[in-house]
């Protein structure tokens, strides 16, 4: 018998509870990722590139990367 | 809709982990948007490679004052619905 199918009582099959609570968990921590992800790049952006030019200069480059070590830091 | 394809003590399961991941996620979006408010406030200038006292004071301070002011407001909604 494969994982996605479970053996209730009832004799029905489809996805037993463990593997829909993993699939949820597993989109959950997803959505939270690509949340976490887009405010970092929101407030970095917002602190670090004051006049956006034609690249991101070094001390940008740099602003950014202490940036998002300082926002995982403040997060905790 | 048949009702016996629904396992009792699964759905009681997966209501109760739903009810938990919940919690969760509101425990999560509070401290998302406390950091957000927080580092608006305190990370005033460029950010460094580590906090300024002041800005790891202002921090605290701020989480802090933060949820006072929820637990305040919160207080005065449910006092204007008596």
Redesign the interface.
């Known amino acids: 018998m494969d994982p996605y199918s ?1 053996s ?3 004799g ?1 099959s ?1 996805p ?2 463990e593997v ?2 993993d699939q ?2 597993q989109q ?1 921590a997803q959505a ?1 990722a690509e ?2 992800f887009g ?1 970092l790049r929101e ?2 952006f917002a ?2 590139v004051t006049k956006p030019g034609t690249s991101l200069s070094g001390s940008e480059s740099s ?1 950014i990367s ?2 998002v ?3 995982i ?3 905790a | 809709m048949d009702n016996a394809s629904l396992d009792s003590p699964a759905t009681a399961e997966l209501q109760s982990f739903l009810e938990q991941e919940k919690q969760r996620a509101m425990l999560n979006e509070l401290v998302a948007k406390l950091t957000d408010v927080c580092w608006d406030k305190c990370i005033t200038g460029s950010p460094g490679s580590k906090f300024s006292s002041s800005e790891s004071t202002c921090l605290t301070n701020c989480a802090q004052r933060f949820l006072e002011t929820s637990a305040l407001i919160l207080r005065r909604f449910q006092s204007m619905q008596q």
Do not use: I
């Open positions: 479970s209730s009582q009832s029905r489809g037993s509870p829909l609570m949820v968990k959950l939270y949340e976490f405010t407030k970095c602190k670090c602003c202490r940036c070590e300082r926002y830091e403040a997060t």
